[in-house]
């Protein structure tokens, strides 16, 4: 059986066999009340489930399907909200990066520099992110084969390795483009992932995506998240990525695929339940082999 390395998230240093860990927020930063409500909230749940919590919250979301589209603060306002979000409830903070540039400026501020799905194959951004970043979580792109992973953690490797840092990375399955306006998720991509060595996790929000879907906004199929989270956790996942909103009818971005808040509890305590039984018996997996 694989052993996969530790992940630094914040000052929590997840291990291997350790309860699920999660990175859960609103898909954009709306506002900076909205923010620490959603942290607030996500965190005493969390606490009282024994969940490592990362709260997550886009400043730029640069991947729009419409010119006119919300794309959130910038970098500047939102790293101001989220450094605020850090300090006032106690939680790391992730965030996404779309240039060299902002993977610098962001690492002042963010426990987990994300990359987005779309810019996973940026050499450079890939590269100066793990060379800055404390930890980083990159999320597999729709076009990606999961053994292409393994050219995505070399270069996370020799990033960490030219700046002298640790190698803290997760890989974040979001699934793949099936035909056009439509995603499907492999469940055997798990187990090819997690051979690289390196935490697992499934994105079950954007997975349930209609990329285009609306003309010009994303679609989503908000009532399959459970059916694949549950699926994905069975397949050996160490953590989850899912988004929520107080009013997902009102949601600046992706309000058909994010969790209304008032629903975050039960949900997630079912599939924590779910990931510790399935944790205890992936050590008695055998091998198929003849």
Same mark, same amino acid.
């Given at each position: 059986m694989t052993v996969i390395h530790s992940l630094e998230l914040g000052d929590h240093i997840w291990k291997h066999g350790d309860p699920l860990f999660l990175f859960c927020g609103p898909c954009v930063i709306e506002s900076?009340? %909205?923010?620490?409500?959603?942290?607030?909230?996500?965190?005493?749940?969390?606490?009282?489930?024994?969940?490592? @919590? +990362?709260?997550?919250?886009? @400043?730029? !979301?640069?991947?729009?399907s419409s010119i006119d589209s919300f794309r959130g603060p910038g970098i500047e306002d939102g790293l101001k909200v989220l450094r605020k979000v850090k300090s006032e409830i106690g939680v790391p903070v992730m965030?996404? #990066?779309?240039?060299?540039?902002?993977?610098?400026?962001?690492?002042? +501020?963010? &426990? +987990?520099?994300?990359?987005?799905?779309?810019?996973?194959?940026?050499?450079?951004?890939v590269h100066t992110a793990a !060379?800055?970043?404390?930890? #980083?979580?990159?999320? !597999?792109?729709?076009?990606?084969?999961?053994w292409d992973v393994g050219n995505i953690v070399k270069k996370v490797e020799e990033g960490a390795k030219s700046g002298g840092k640790n190698v803290n990375l997760s890989i974040t399955e979001r699934g793949s483009s099936f035909g056009y306006?439509?995603?499907? #998720?492999? %469940? !055997?991509?798990? $187990?090819?992932?997690?051979?690289?060595? @390196?935490p +697992?996790? =499934?994105?079950?929000?954007?997975?349930v995506q209609l990329p285009g879907g609306l003309g010009k906004a994303t679609g989503g199929?908000?009532? =399959?998240?459970? #059916?694949?989270?549950?699926?994905?956790?069975g397949a050996g996942?160490?953590?989850?990525?899912?988004?929520?909103? $107080?009013?997902?009818?009102?949601?600046?971005? &992706?309000?058909?695929?994010?969790? $209304?808040?008032?629903k975050f509890e039960g949900l997630i305590t079912r599939l924590k339940n779910l990931h510790d039984y399935v944790r205890e018996g992936l050590g008695q997996m055998e091998s198929m082999e003849p």
């Open positions: 900076e009340e %909205m923010c620490l409500r959603v942290a607030d909230r996500v965190a005493a749940i969390c606490s009282a489930l024994n969940i490592t @919590y +990362v709260f997550k919250a886009s @400043y730029d !979301k640069a991947n729009r965030s996404d #990066v779309h240039t060299d540039e902002e993977a610098v400026m962001a690492s002042e +501020v963010l &426990d +987990v520099i994300q990359i987005p799905a779309f810019l996973c194959r940026q050499t450079s951004l !060379k800055h970043g404390k930890t #980083v979580n990159v999320k !597999k792109g729709q076009f990606l084969s999961p306006q439509n995603l499907v #998720v492999d %469940m !055997k991509s798990f $187990p090819v992932v997690r051979e690289f060595g @390196y +697992v996790v =499934f994105d079950c929000t954007h997975s199929q908000r009532e =399959f998240i459970e #059916v694949l989270a549950r699926a994905a956790i996942v160490d953590g989850l990525f899912m988004e929520t909103h $107080p009013d997902v009818r009102a949601a600046k971005s &992706d309000g058909t695929n994010q969790i $209304p808040l008032d």
